[in-house]
């Protein structure tokens, strides 16, 4: 008897196996019964027939509920109706925790997410939380692969920091010892420090914001992945964005065509990714923005009348908002990448161009709703003008001062971004909200299970 399992299955047409998993739904009753079982690496349709197994396990498949513990032992036949080949038709099957009041039911993969998210720690095991889940653990996997393999060192930075790098609002603070220090927003500064080192780093952990806004597109703990790259100016680091985002895109669609498919998720705007990004200055963007909100505002359609609305309500010349993000992913449909902010709006570190107006920042701006999902530049490198903007955002100097030690020693044009795996993930599986992209997201009014 073969041990195998669901994923496998098709290798093992017309022989006897046998699963260990758990029941995932039943139908049927009286003579036949169709046991959905599953085991993590996928499901399957087993098939109980009264006529062909004994009394017991009859019984057995026919009484026990959703999310018992089962082995099940039988024969693998063809089955074009099936999603994956094959099904199994009952011989054995041996219960290992007999369940009877699983608090979830089946068909609440989509309503009610406030109630599944209490049920977080149950929940990952239905079909929708699980396709997201492995997608996310495939872009992981792809994003380490596409470093390693164009040689970038993995450079982890702290949790615990003494300073903040994207403002002061949204830091956590964290008693310690005597002092107090913050969970870190974002590895950059100290990915610079390992470009110096190694000329080509990546920062890849857990990142933190005290975001109050509740969006679909915030959590207060995400996974950031950041390269940081010594004499890369900010068209370098437009090409790498791109490159690494079509390397993560295409590899999801390659490898996880089963999830695409469970999530019943369009990929054709997903499939544009190889297509060059769309580079476009922050005055022409809002240009755009102007054009769209006007044409926007005479639609019959209400969402985009109301996105009109919502289009430029910082004002000309302020940061992008989500609505901004959101029409401009419907204009260009493709990833499109901003660039030259206005100063004022960015971070510390930004190196400004040349008419000192705007910051050499890139952000990259996703399709279909979910707006930025990269953030980057070019740093500032010349010691007195990082001085100066330590200065004017009122960052301490004593929890810097490591940081400026880099323009002392070997300055050098720099730069890199920081992509948030979430929101990454978000749009890759056409999930509405990113709390749906971790396996226990973090929001605002959310620290369980
Ligand atoms: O644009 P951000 O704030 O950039 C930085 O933190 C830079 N220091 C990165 C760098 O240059 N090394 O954040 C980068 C990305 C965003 O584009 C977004 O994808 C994600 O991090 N992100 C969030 N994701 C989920 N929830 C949040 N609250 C997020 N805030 C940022
Ligand atoms: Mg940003």
Not at 54 to 74: D, K, L, N, P, W
Not at 86 to 98: I, R
Not at 169 to 185: D, W
Not at 357 to 372: M, N, R, S
Request: charged share 30%.
């Amino acid at each position: 008897m073969n041990s195998v399992t669901v994923s496998t299955l098709n290798q093992y047409v017309d022989q006897e196996v046998e699963l260990k998993g758990w029941l995932y739904n039943r139908r049927g009753s009286g003579k036949l019964l169709f046991l959905q079982f599953r085991d993590g690496t996928g499901i399957v349709q087993v098939v109980v027939s009264k006529k062909e197994v004994a009394e017991e396990v009859f019984e057995a498949a026919r009484r026990i509920g959703i999310e018992s513990s089962i082995t099940v032992r039988g024969k693998v036949s063809k089955d074009d109706r099936s999603p994956i080949g094959v099904e199994v038709h009952g011989s054995d099957l041996q219960v290992m925790q007999e369940v009877h009041d699983y608090p979830i039911q089946i068909s609440e993969d989509v309503p009610n997410i406030d109630k599944l998210l209490d049920q977080r720690h149950l929940w990952v095991r239905s079909r929708v939380p699980r396709a997201i889940l492995k997608v996310r653990s495939e872009v992981v996997q792809a994003i380490r692969d596409f470093y390693y393999e164009r040689g970038f060192v993995l450079y982890d930075a702290p949790i615990i920091t003494p300073a903040s790098c994207e403002g002061v609002s949204t830091l956590f603070e964290v008693p310690y010892f005597e002092e107090t220090a913050y969970l870190t927003q974002s590895g950059q500064l100290y990915g610079e420090t390992g470009a110096m080192a190694f000329g080509k780093v990546v920062v890849f952990g857990p990142t933190f914001r005290a975001e109050k806004s509740k969006t679909r597109r915030h959590l207060t703990e995400f996974w950031m992945v950041e390269p940081e790259v010594a004499f890369l100016e900010l068209d370098g680091i437009m090409d790498l964005a791109e490159q690494q985002i079509q390397y993560v895109v295409n590899r999801a669609l390659e490898r996880c065509k089963f999830e695409l498919n469970e999530l019943e998720r369009d990929t054709s705007i997903l499939e544009q990714v190889s297509k060059p990004f769309p580079r476009v200055h922050y005055e022409e963007a809002q240009k755009v923005l102007q054009k769209l909100k006007a044409d926007f505002a005479e639609s019959d359609d209400e969402e985009l009348k109301k996105l009109s609305g919502d289009i430029l309500k910082q004002g000309l010349g302020a940061d992008l908002g989500a609505a901004d993000e959101t029409a401009l992913g419907m204009h260009y449909k493709q990833c499109v990448c901003i660039h030259h902010y206005p100063r004022e709006v960015k971070a510390f570190y930004m190196k400004p161009d040349e008419t000192g107006k705007y910051a050499l920042g890139v952000d990259v701006i996703a399709p279909e709703g979910v707006g930025e999902i990269v953030g980057g530049g070019q740093r500032e490198d010349d010691l007195a003008a990082l001085e100066a903007q330590i200065k004017k955002h009122n960052v301490p100097p004593e929890s810097i001062d490591w940081y400026v030690d880099l323009r002392k020693y070997g300055s050098v044009p720099h730069g890199g971004f920081g992509m948030g795996v979430e929101r990454c993930v978000q749009w890759i599986t056409g999930c509405r909200h990113v709390r749906e992209t971790i396996p226990f997201p973090r929001t605002i009014n959310r620290t369980k299970p």
